[in-house]
């Protein structure tokens, strides 16, 4: 409970002069409070005195980095910029926090250093069995986009196919890889070999399947009847995302 939260955090800070490291904790009491009631949500516009207040009670950088969130959804870049830079301090090589001031950073035109924090994070970031946080994947995303937003496709490539060796995030990184060579930047012979690769290692993965059919009938090939085929099998209607990929590929229809 909160109470014996307070309880024991006063018992800390009469330690925490003999043990500096007790230190981080004294923001446990207000930052929980501040924050557990929203966690499920993505605005922290509304708790951002009390996430300065905890950010500035104790060296604890997940407050540090909330405030940060805060004061970037806010408009202040500048204040937020200096928040995660502090987290930083004591996190060094957190890959959250690393995106974080890279995206600060590129909003406020500093893209060289964007990209200096965009490279450490794709350095220190795990997806898969390697993983030991809740959002490797999307931490990973939001690293390919800034290379991408930043004209580093390749660095964004060289991400993927690093995280792609992992068996358990191989899937998925293969996918966003294959869709640099679709979407992003269009090469064709890496396309079809890419999307070939995808629709063979991952026959029910929907997307993979998509991808392929769709490049064939970009490219007029004859075989894109017999992988929409496929598809077809295995899509689900009630979906969003695959409705809407049924949709897209009835576009060819007329042309078949």
Known sequence: ????????IEQIRKRASHNPRLGTLLAKGIGRRAYLPVKGGSDLTGIATELDRAARAAPDPFYMERAAVAAEQAGNHALAL???????????????????????RFEMLDEEGALRDGHRAAETVKVGADCDCDNGEAVALRIGKLFIDSGKVDDARAMYAKQMQSPKSREWASLRWCETYVNTAFDGPHALACTKQLADEFPNNTEALYMRSWLLYHLHDNGADAVAARFAKIADGSNPREKFMIAELAKFAPSR
Not at 85 to 104: K, Y
């Open 82 to 104: 200096g928040y995660v830079s502090q987290a930083l301090r004591f996190a060094r090589d957190n890959p959250e926090f690393l995106i974080q001031r890279a995206e600060i």
């Open 1 to 8: 409970s909160f109470d014996e939260t307070d309880v024991a």
